[in-house]
């Protein structure tokens, strides 16, 4: 039998610490994903290989997405959307930066580099929609689990490919280039 919650119920998970926690959670992955938009296009244009850069473009097209979708989970528990500045993300943009300026142009190392960092931001995506999957469903947001599922999938997927593409060869190819 299912049961529908009260508006007593409704207002205890609202006010509730976990639903706080969620609610920061979610900002802060709002705030990462438009942020991670922005890097994007620098990440792709910096990479050697053409499957790597097409695997970043068509991130940015699924990071698009996401950041609707996070606007769609903001909206079907009622609240605005809003972003709070994510200091894990600017910390791992930050990184790839340093790792584009301090490798060498059009090199398979910088390709690595580049790998290495966006695999740090997708782990992070991953823990993050995770978290926000499993605490949706435990406050009865299931509308929200839905959609932080379908990015958490996306996500995956994106880390799966970036392995393939550097044991395809690029991490032995960058094996030989000199310092």
Same mark, same amino acid.
């Given at each position: 039998?299912?049961?529908?919650?009260?508006?007593?119920?409704?207002?205890?998970?609202?006010? =509730? +610490?976990?639903?706080?926690?969620?609610?920061?959670?979610?900002?802060?992955?709002?705030?990462?994903?438009?942020?991670?938009?922005?890097?994007?296009?620098?990440? +792709?244009? +910096?990479?050697?290989?053409?499957?790597?850069?097409?695997?970043?473009?068509?991130?940015?097209?699924?990071?698009?997405?996401?950041?609707?979708?996070?606007?769609?989970?903001?909206?079907?528990?009622?609240?605005?959307?809003?972003?709070?500045?994510?200091?894990?993300?600017?910390?791992?943009?930050?990184?790839?930066?340093?790792?584009?300026?301090?490798?060498?142009?059009?090199?398979?190392?910088?390709?690595?580099?580049?790998? =290495?960092? +966006?695999?740090?931001?997708?782990?992070?995506?991953?823990?993050? /929609?995770?978290?926000?999957?499993?605490?949706?469903?435990?406050?009865? /947001?299931?509308?929200?689990?839905?959609?932080?599922? =379908?990015?958490?999938?996306?996500?995956?997927?994106?880390?799966?490919?970036?392995?393939?593409?550097?044991?395809?060869?690029?991490?032995?190819?960058?094996?030989?280039?000199?310092?």
């Amino acid at each position: 039998m299912a049961t529908t919650k009260t508006a007593e119920q409704t207002m205890d998970v609202q006010e =509730s +610490a976990l639903n706080e926690l969620f609610l920061d959670e979610l900002k802060d992955i709002y705030w990462a994903e438009k942020h991670l938009a922005k890097a994007l296009p620098k990440m +792709a244009k +910096a990479a050697t290989s053409d499957k790597l850069r097409a695997a970043i473009e068509n991130h940015l097209s699924e990071t698009e997405h996401q950041i609707t979708r996070l606007e769609d989970a903001f909206a079907s528990i009622g609240e605005k959307v809003a972003g709070v500045k994510c200091e894990a993300m600017a910390g791992l943009l930050k990184e790839a930066e340093e790792i584009i300026s301090e490798t060498e142009k059009h090199s398979q190392t910088r390709d690595v580099g580049i790998i =290495s960092a +966006a695999q740090k931001i997708e782990h992070y995506e991953i823990a993050s /929609y995770g978290t926000l999957k499993t605490l949706a469903t435990v406050l009865g /947001y299931g509308e929200a689990a839905e959609l932080f599922d =379908s990015t958490l999938q996306e996500e995956k997927t994106c880390d799966s490919l970036l392995t393939q593409i550097a044991q395809a060869g690029i991490n032995k190819g960058a094996k030989t280039e000199k310092a």
